[in-house]
């Protein structure tokens, strides 16, 4: 028997039972594929039941706000995507009549779908014969073939495509890309894979040579920007806090959070005030009492972000000029839920669900 029909035996009897895998439609596996490539699946799935029911089809979300949108996926990062995702689905709407292209040359032309989600819709929904490569495929094929040619670079994804290509099977595509998937998340593992259980163990260059340790081989990662973010908590007499949406072109893309004051490293007690007194447009000698949040880490795939937030309370609002140049709006506080209805970064929840405002 040869490699390609064990594997797909193999899936057979040992996939995991989820709700993408039970269906053809081209919307829902254009949706899982994109939530995915953010997340582990047991996370991910939250996410994917909750945006089907909500958004069920390409219509339902091209008809929603990129605000509702953004608060649906929420915490999964890399908000462009999801901006994408909305985008492509408008074009979708009106320009095709809400159905997705049904090839590969046609998907990858949308915002939003690169080489390994075209290749996932087409094979999936319309039994094409394009395989797809990602860190699970990458791996196995790699181990397996014993390359050493590092699998995050051009040629060495050329040569995993490749071989892909080659095994796929022409009559189910979408079977053999989803096996090949589920092996390498199951079994071929990153760490600790079970070699001595493998049904290719004999083929696999890697286990022979032991070197499974060693392969796949990358190229050495970039190092993390490391970022120290202070926030300014303003709350009125009127017990509403200040929110503005972010607009630069940087992380969190038009989700909500507070003024912000970006510094190179960290703030002594001592120099806040001053740093807080000329960001609002006050004078040195004019007091605030500023509660001082603890020490916030939140790690992202390219950066580490290290906060602070400081809780002021303001009386005399006419006194802080520069708050209307920060290009947002008071919200009322009194019931938390209200602010919970802005889709925010997970750092700007993790410290509301530790603190109370008032």
Same mark, same amino acid.
């Given at each position: ?12 009897? $040992? ?23 953010q ?9 994917y039941?909750?945006?089907?029911t ?7 979300? /091209? ?6 949108? &953004? ?24 320009? #095709?009549?809400? !159905? ?17 989600t075209?290749?996932?819709? /087409?094979?999936i ?22 390359i ?7 040629s ?28 390498? /998340? &199951?079994? #071929?593992k ?7 259980? #493998?049904?290719?163990?004999?083929? #696999?260059?890697?286990?022979? !040579? $032991? ?13 993390l ?6 926030y ?6 009127n ?23 970006? !510094? ?14 000329s ?8 007091k &605030? !009492? ?6 916030y880490?939140h ?29 947002g ?13 802005f ?8 410290? &509301?669900? $530790?603190?109370?405002?008032?």
């Amino acid at each position: 028997m040869n490699f390609t029909k064990r594997l797909i035996g193999w899936y057979k009897l $040992n996939k995991r039972d989820l709700p993408w895998r039970q269906t053809r439609d081209p919307y829902k596996i254009w949706l899982s594929e994109i939530i995915l490539q953010q997340t582990r699946i047991d996370q991910g799935l939250d996410y994917y039941i909750k945006f089907i029911t909500t958004l069920p089809d390409v219509h339902s979300l /091209a008809k929603a706000s990129e605000h509702e949108v &953004l608060k649906l996926w929420q915490g999964l990062g890399y908000y462009s995507r999801a901006r994408n995702l909305h985008q492509t689905a408008v074009s979708i709407a009106s320009e #095709c009549k809400g !159905k997705l292209p049904d090839n590969y040359n046609d998907l990858i032309k949308l915002k939003g779908i690169g080489e390994y989600t075209a290749a996932a819709i /087409a094979s999936i929904a319309f039994n094409e014969p394009r395989p797809v490569v990602d860190g699970n495929v990458l791996r196995f094929l790699a181990r397996i073939n014993g390359i050493k040619t590092p699998v995050d670079s051009i040629s060495g994804k050329k040569i995993i495509t490749n071989i892909a290509t080659k095994l796929i099977d022409p009559k189910q595509p979408g079977e053999f890309n989803q096996a090949l998937m589920e092996f390498g /998340a &199951l079994h #071929c593992k990153p760490r600790n894979p079970d070699c001595p259980e #493998c049904i290719f163990k004999k083929e #696999c260059k890697a286990y022979r !040579k $032991n070197q499974v340790v060693i392969i796949p081989v990358k190229t050495q990662k970039p190092t993390l920007r490391k970022r120290y973010f202070h926030y300014l908590i303003l709350i009125n007499r009127n017990k509403s806090v200040y929110l503005r949406k972010r607009s630069e072109r940087d992380i969190w893309r038009n989700l909500y959070d507070f003024p912000l004051l970006e !510094k190179p490293g960290k703030i002594s007690h001592k120099q806040i005030h001053s740093e807080i007194s000329s960001f609002l447009g006050l004078k040195v000698e004019d007091k &605030l !009492k500023i509660i001082i949040s603890e020490e916030y880490r939140h790690v992202l795939s390219h950066q580490v972000i290290t906060a602070r937030f400081y809780t002021i309370h303001l009386n005399e609002l006419k006194k802080f000029k520069k708050i209307n140049a920060l290009h947002g709006n008071w919200w009322d506080i009194v019931e938390l839920t209200k602010i919970y209805e802005f889709p925010i970064p997970r750092l700007i929840e993790k410290f &509301l669900n $530790n603190n109370k405002l008032l």
